[in-house]
């Protein structure tokens, strides 16, 4: 699976736009970028996911660089219930049923 | 927005006792998984269910567990024999299809405390 780096945590103000990035640059042609978030311990919360065009819906936006070996999921007015664990994963493109390994993400703590 | 949700939230047990984690997938999803995280740890895949046999296992899900979907909504987790170290939050995920396109979807975990 191809791997990726993202920074341990983050801060971002309320109401500022949030931009996490990641790092996968051994992605290959047919692996999505996935974007979960994981607050406090709960589930795993899906948030978006794109595979070489960029991507937006009532939740983000994610920017995949044009060669896909980086992108972005901005969070574009960030409330204080956006603190969580993001996590970005990149999904084999065939096979395994798998699919979904978690690395340990970025911790995302939003200021008052 | 169609859920997973998954019982009990928080279990109990004291070592050795036989555990059953309990799921219901979103209605018209046909694979299935756990996984589970330690506390302070990585989310780990353990086992994934497709038409009613398991399609993927990690090495974590030995011979202690099993998956079994009893009827056509539920989808259940069993621990034969619980030991110490499989004190964690499990969480069962659904999705409609397999494949990277398709998006998989968790439930809200249950904590397994084991005493």
């Known amino acids: 699976d191809a791997k990726t780096t993202q920074p341990p945590s983050m801060d971002c103000a309320e109401g500022r736009a949030a931009n996490l990035p990641c790092n996968h640059s051994?992605?290959?042609?047919?692996?999505?970028v996935y974007w979960y978030r994981q607050i406090h311990s709960q589930g795993p919360q899906y948030i978006i996911h794109g595979l070489k065009n960029n991507e937006t819906n009532e939740m983000a936006s994610l920017i995949i660089t044009e060669d896909r070996k980086s992108s972005t999921l901005i969070l574009p007015h960030a409330t204080l219930r956006d603190t969580a664990v993001y996590y970005c994963i990149v999904r084999p493109g065939s096979g395994s049923a798998r699919q979904l390994t978690f690395g340990s993400g970025t911790q995302l703590t939003v200021l008052p | 927005e169609p859920e997973v949700t998954q019982t009990p939230s928080h279990q109990v047990t004291q070592m050795g006792q036989e555990v059953i984690l309990r799921c219901v997938p979103i209605s018209n999803h046909l694979y299935f998984y756990w996984y589970r995280q330690i506390l302070g740890q990585k989310v780990e895949f353990l086992v994934s269910?497709?038409?009613?046999?398991?399609?993927?296992k990690s090495e974590i899900f030995d011979d202690q567990f099993s998956v079994e979907r009893p009827d056509g909504s539920n989808f259940t987790l069993k621990i034969r024999s619980t030991k110490l170290e499989d004190s964690a939050m499990y969480f069962c995920a659904s999705s409609e299809r397999t494949g990277p396109g398709n998006t998989i979807y968790f439930g809200e975990g249950s904590w397994l405390t084991v005493v």
């Open positions: 051994t992605i290959s042609g047919n692996e999505y």
């Open positions: 269910f497709y038409n009613n046999e398991i399609s993927e």
